[in-house]
Antibody, heavy 124, light 107 residues
Framework: EVQLVESGGGLVQPGRSLRLSCTAS????????MSWVRQAPGKGLEWVGF??????????EYAASVKGRFTISRDDSKSIAYLQMNSLKTEDTAVYYC???????????????WGQGTLVTVSS | AIQMTQSPSSLSASVGDRVTITCRAS??????LGWYQQKPGKAPKLLIY???SLQSGVPSRFSGSGSGTDFTLTISSLQPEDFATYYC?????????FGQGTRLEIK
């Protein structure tokens, strides 16, 4: 069974950093691209960023709102994707979801599995 | 960035109704579009990918169509469990962008 479990959320002051983890199981993690999506309280979904599988360079893409502040990385030996968030702002307050993208397996982008989400609150 | 405009933003319907939600892209995105369902307090769920392909396990009353800039999600006969918020997502280029969502409520 495919599972994605996010962790690392919590309350953090503006300007500080936080690292989220997404621990995967039930599939060959290294074969898949991974994305992060967030949802501010009462708002819609916002794509945050993406990391390709190592076979496709392991490179990343980001939304303009987080570019230069957030970094996505992966540890295929541990089946974990990370979201390093620096210089946090109050507007980064949201539930953060990790998602699996099977583009390299089926040739089509989609977010076919999602974690349960972890809440990040940025407040003084 | 490509803008995705969903309509309507909210919709009231009854069990058994046929419902259509539309999504318009600010530029052509071929068929690189997915539809997601989200219930309160839950993670989104993939319904449709590549504009018209039904994700495994999703009931056949859900269907998607469109290409280029105009897309639709149709629910042929609403069931009680379908009342939720629906989002489109373009995955044609970066940054990927979601529509603003359509909240489907019980009439």
């Amino acid at each position: 069974e495919v599972q994605l479990v996010e962790s690392g959320g919590g309350l953090v002051q503006p300007g500080r950093s936080l690292r989220l983890s997404c621990t995967a199981s039930g599939f060959t993690f290294g074969d898949y691209a991974m994305s992060w999506v967030r949802q501010a309280p009462g708002k819609g979904l916002e794509w945050v960023g993406f990391i390709r599988s190592k076979a496709y360079g392991g490179t990343t893409e980001y939304a303009a709102s987080v570019k230069g502040r957030f970094t996505i990385s992966r540890d295929d030996s541990k089946s974990i994707a990370y979201l390093q968030m620096n210089s946090l702002k109050t507007e980064d307050t949201a539930v953060y979801y990790c998602t699996r993208d099977p583009r390299n397996v089926v040739g089509v982008d989609m977010f076919d599995y999602w974690g349960q989400g972890t809440l990040v609150t940025v407040s003084s | 960035a490509i803008q995705m405009t969903q309509s309507p933003s909210s919709l009231s319907a009854s069990v058994g109704d046929r419902v259509t939600i539309t999504c318009r892209a600010s530029q052509g995105i071929r068929n690189d579009l997915g539809w997601y369902q989200q219930k309160p307090g839950k993670a989104p769920k993939l319904l449709i990918y590549a504009a018209s392909s039904l994700q495994s396990g999703v009931p056949s009353r859900f269907s998607g169509s469109g290409s280029g800039t105009d897309f639709t999600l149709t629910i042929s006969s609403l069931q009680p469990e379908d009342f939720a918020t629906y989002y489109c997502l373009q995955d044609y280029n970066y940054p990927f962008t979601f529509g603003q969502g359509t909240r489907l409520e019980i009439k």
